[in-house]
């Protein structure tokens, strides 16, 4: 059974017992606030919760009649079936997740306080009604205008990173760097052209693109190469090996970046002269199926040691990668992967639950590590889910300085 399909079955499993939970909530909180006519309003929430889990239920069936349509239409190539099904059930999902969070908060509070709330039952029961109303309300609002704005806008996130010794010649020099393009049926040339345009209008020296060119198989190999290859760069586009890049294929790849500029290496280093000085890249294969030894990891270090500003771009960015880069002189840590989480839960700007922090805790963003800066992309594609929530595409700015810490 292919991975896309199981997944989802797993993860539909899981989103039915939330469900559960939620629909327990909603019930008795209804039955406070309307006695017996709230619970014929719960009632009316079941055909939405049931149509909301149909995706996984028909996949099952569907993988059982016919493997090879069904995974297709996992995969987005039937847009009926994104749309109707799909695109529904992981709205549900961003929906009942942030739910959880607070169904868990309200459920924990009532047991660490359980004296209090013994006393004041009834009451603690009316305003947890009305809290809980309120916010299924108002999610049902915020959670689909934020799906629809995630998933459609690209955001520039930006970072002067200052470097003592840098030479003067390099002061300003700015590096885009971008991640998990994905060009699939989700991703197509529409999109990509406005992911180029985006990032040619920054008018950057250098281009980063820290792997997944493509989701699967090479059907969209050509197109994901010739957007990246309309990025505009002074001193070049550089990328490095994927997790799906490599599943698909790294030498058709290799070979449709090459035809349209784009320098993709596994495991080398390049070297890019300006104003007389040495940029020295590592172009770093860590990814599932094949992680990069300390022993390689030693020897591109040694030979960009020499360079002025040197900088490792792998895929994945585990924290057994993090730490020996710092010790081996690099200034920048570029990768992607993550996704920022894709559907990531909680309150922007406060607190946000990532899937991907189980793998690292470099998720998104920027982490200043005083000699080396770590940047990790959003990216622009997608991967299982078709939707983005909390976790917009991004294309990140660095601007190289000459100074002191």
């Not at 009942?96 to 004296?115: C, H, R």
């Amino acid at each position: 059974m292919p991975w896309i399909i199981s997944t989802h079955i797993t993860f539909g499993i899981g989103i039915a017992l939330f469900y559960l939970y939620f629909f327990f909530h909603l019930r008795s909180s209804l039955k406070v606030l309307a006695a017996d006519t709230g619970l014929r309003y719960a009632k009316i929430f079941l055909p939405v919760l049931i149509y909301l889990n149909l995706f996984p239920v028909i996949t099952v069936v569907g993988y059982w009649i016919n493997p090879s349509n069904m995974t297709s239409a996992v995969a987005g190539y039937v847009r009926i079936f994104d749309h109707l099904l799909v695109v529904p059930y992981w709205i549900g999902f961003a929906f009942i997740g942030q739910m959880f969070l607070l169904m868990l908060a309200m459920d924990v509070s009532k047991l660490a306080i359980y004296p209090v709330y013994a006393k004041y039952k009834s009451q603690w029961l009316r305003v947890k009604s009305y809290v809980f109303i309120g916010a299924v309300l108002f999610l049902i609002v915020y959670v689909p205008s934020k799906v629809y704005f995630d998933t459609n806008t690209v955001r520039i996130i930006s970072k002067d990173y200052v470097i003592p010794g840098l030479p003067g010649e390099l002061d300003g020099l700015r590096i885009a760097h971008i991640a998990d393009i994905q060009a699939d049926p989700r991703t197509r040339e529409r999109k990509l052209n406005r992911y180029v345009k985006k990032i040619n209008k920054l008018e950057p020296h250098l281009v980063f693109h820290s792997g997944d060119l493509v989701t699967s198989g090479q059907r969209f190999i050509e197109m994901g190469a010739k957007a990246l290859g309309s990025v505009n760069a002074k001193y070049g586009v550089y990328a490095c090996v994927g997790d799906h890049d490599y599943w698909s294929g790294s030498d058709s790849i290799q070979t449709a970046l090459g035809k349209y500029g784009v320098v993709y290496r596994d495991n080398q280093n390049e070297f890019i002269e300006v104003n007389g000085y040495t940029i020295g890249i590592s172009l770093v294969t860590d990814i599932y199926s094949r992680r990069i030894s300390d022993e390689t990891l030693d020897s591109l270090a040694l030979d960009v040691a020499a360079a002025d500003l040197r900088i490792l771009v792998p895929h994945q960015v585990p924290e057994r990668l993090v730490d020996p880069a710092q010790d081996l002189g690099y200034h920048l840590l570029l990768a992607g992967h993550t996704h920022g989480g894709q559907v990531a839960f909680g309150i922007p700007g406060l607190f946000l639950l990532q899937g991907s922090r189980i793998e690292t805790p470099y998720v998104t963003g920027f982490f200043n590590l005083g000699s080396m800066l770590v940047s990790v992309n959003n990216g622009l594609g997608l991967t299982l889910a078709p939707i983005r929530f909390q976790a917009p595409a991004e294309v990140s700015l660095i601007t190289v300085r000459r100074g002191n810490y």
